[in-house]
């Protein structure tokens, strides 16, 4: 019909990470035509973006990658156990290359708007370049961590040397051999930077407001043989992923904390202390993220493997957190992390006891002291969640505007994938999905919603809305479900804080906090009962 032809596509898909990939491969196997737009010049999102010296994968590469296609695990060769950025970026480049997806990606196409009209029951999307395009769905990948903020610190413009964010690195290698460098920013990002940068660097200050629980990751190299046997057990490996809370490799032991002997429990944190990846956080008793006195003990356990490794005794109480427990933020993993500050060429400022006043043209003046430095490198993080959905301008029925409505009512999802007054919007790991180990939420969620294109299809439906009850249900329970951890007492990305961003300095639920089979659970529910949380018309 009339209004068809007018369309540019069936669906577009903002971000070519890994859900926007995926996702624009599943709707072409529908036989829909897609256009994504993606900000940068490649392909690969967080791993495209985030080139910083040491960025790596926390979660066994493995576990990692994309399970849809047994030629693609078969073909692939995972290096390291915990995968380097550039292994990873390579990776998704050769799933570009593959599966043929470059052909339907526009890079350097930023949407800053998208409208949707009633009347044509599409979307109306707007890049930087001020061109627009039109679609009937519009598909959202854009990112839970993808929307870098800069520290509210006056004088950052005056810096007359070199200065980075984590998060847009250039593509040129960035050398430190001999040269000043300050890191401002202790997270997961700030700590595999400093680890790094303190290999080469001439000094390295770095600059902590918070202390981070970290544990080491223990990377190693898979060879020819071990890739193979890994290939073999990939089938269980996934199998294992889905299974687990998280989607990760660890999930939590049945057991609580108390109901082994002290002997036992020390034995049982020695062991993972002393195993690669996420199983102490992911992988301990069922309670320390819920028993404060477990949680206690299991804290005073790593504070005391800190003070092992940091030799001088002021600096590693300046690295222990005094505020929060261990796994209450996400845990940051480490390698020689915290013997780093056993080096002569590396301090620590706490800027908690002697705040930052200004970053100046040569350095940084804190309320003691002022440093000069050739490069201040700023880990200072992520707009989470929602960040990258307020900086595009989207508006659903009669304009209003996803941000002024999230602001307003707070967060409100179906499944994290829907939005009631926004119809053919679907978000991949939008906010209330279950996020974990990152992928596997992504491939399901991809074909969830492929699933709900697929039913419209079949029945020639054009308009999909969720249920402004349904997202009150669905929002109701993310909160409940969040009640009692120990980590919504917490300030961190994960219960919305970023003082750095207008408007953030209010805890809120933006994650889903309950198991990845219970959310799969509950999506399957909506769909073997034909999608009725949706209004389909
Ligand atoms: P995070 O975890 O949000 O860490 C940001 C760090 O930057 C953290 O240490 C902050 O201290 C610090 N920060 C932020 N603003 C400032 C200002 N204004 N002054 C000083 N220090 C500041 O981001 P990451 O990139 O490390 O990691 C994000 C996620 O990406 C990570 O969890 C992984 O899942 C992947 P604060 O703790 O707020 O005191």
Redesign the pocket.
């Known amino acids: 019909d009339n209004e068809e032809s007018r369309m540019n596509y069936d669906a577009i898909i903002v971000g070519a990470g890994i859900s926007g990939m995926y996702q624009l491969l599943k709707l072409r196997e529908l036989g829909m035509t897609v256009r994504v737009f993606e900000a940068g010049t490649g392909v690969g999102g967080?791993w495209y973006w985030n080139r910083y010296p040491g960025a790596r994968f926390?979660s066994e590469s493995y576990s990692y990658g994309y399970s849809f296609s047994k030629e693609l695990l078969d073909e692939w060769h995972w290096t390291e156990h915990f995968s380097p950025q550039p292994e990873t970026l390579r990776y998704l480049n050769h799933v570009a290359d593959k599966f043929d997806l470059r052909r339907d990606i526009q890079f350097k196409s930023k949407v800053t708007a998208a409208h949707y009209s009633e009347a044509t029951r599409s979307w109306d999307v707007t890049l930087e370049d001020g061109s627009h395009h039109t679609a009937r769905f519009l598909i959202t990948a854009v990112g839970p961590?993808s929307a870098?903020?800069m520290?509210?610190?006056p004088g950052i413009e005056s810096f007359g040397g070199e200065s980075y964010h984590?998060?847009r690195w250039p593509h040129e290698p960035v050398s430190f051999e001999g040269k000043r460098v300050a890191v401002?920013?202790?997270?997961?990002?700030?700590?595999q930077t400093i680890q790094e940068v303190a290999k080469t660097a001439g000094t390295l200050t770095v600059?902590?407001?918070?202390p981070?629980w970290c544990a080491p990751l223990l990377n190693a190299k898979i060879d020819e043989a071990e890739m193979s046997r890994i290939r073999a057990r990939y089938p269980e490996i996934f199998e294992r992923c889905e299974a687990t809370y998280a989607c990760f490799l660890h999930t939590p032991d049945p057991r609580g904390t108390f109901e082994v002997s002290p002997e036992e429990r020390e034995a049982f944190w020695e062991k993972l202390y002393a195993e690669p990846g996420f199983g102490i956080w992911q992988g301990n008793f069922r309670d320390i993220l819920t028993d404060r006195k477990a949680n206690a003990l299991l804290s005073d356990f790593v504070a005391r493997k800190i003070r092992q490794r940091v030799k001088n005794q002021a600096v590693a109480e300046k690295l222990i957190p005094k505020n929060h427990g261990f796994g209450t933020?996400?845990v940051?993993l480490e390698t020689k992390y915290y013997e780093v500050y056993n080096q002569p060429n590396v301090s620590l400022v706490d800027?908690?006891e002697t705040p930052?006043e200004r970053i100046t043209p040569t350095g940084i003046k804190t309320t003691n002291a002022e440093y000069e430095f050739d490069i201040i490198i700023?880990?200072?993080?992520?707009d989470?969640i929602t960040g990258s959905f307020d900086r595009i301008d989207i508006r659903g029925v009669d304009g209003l505007k996803l941000k002024d409505k999230w602001r307003q009512d707070g967060l409100q999802t179906f499944l994290g994938v829907q939005v009631a007054g926004f119809p053919n919007m679907f978000m991949l790991v939008g906010p209330h999905t279950a996020l974990g180990n990152i992928p596997r939420s992504i491939e399901y969620n991809v074909e969830w919603v492929t699933g709900v294109l697929h039913y419209m299809k079949d029945r020639g439906l054009t308009r999909a809305e969720c249920r402004p009850e349904s997202a009150k249900d669905w929002t109701d329970h993310v909160l409940a479900l969040a009640d009692g951890l120990l980590s919504m007492e917490i300030?961190?990305?994960?219960t919305g804080?970023?003082?750095?961003v207008e408007g953030k300095d209010v805890r809120s639920v933006a994650r889903y906090t309950g198991s990845a089979p219970a959310y799969r659970a509950r999506c399957e529910e909506v769909a073997a009962g034909g999608y009725r949380e949706l209004a389909l018309g």
């Open positions: 967080t926390d961590l870098p903020t520290p509210k610190i984590t998060a401002i920013g202790t997270g997961a990002t700030g700590v600059f902590q407001r918070t981070n933020r996400r940051p800027i908690k930052i700023y880990a200072t993080g992520f989470a300030d961190s990305w994960m804080i970023n003082r750095n």
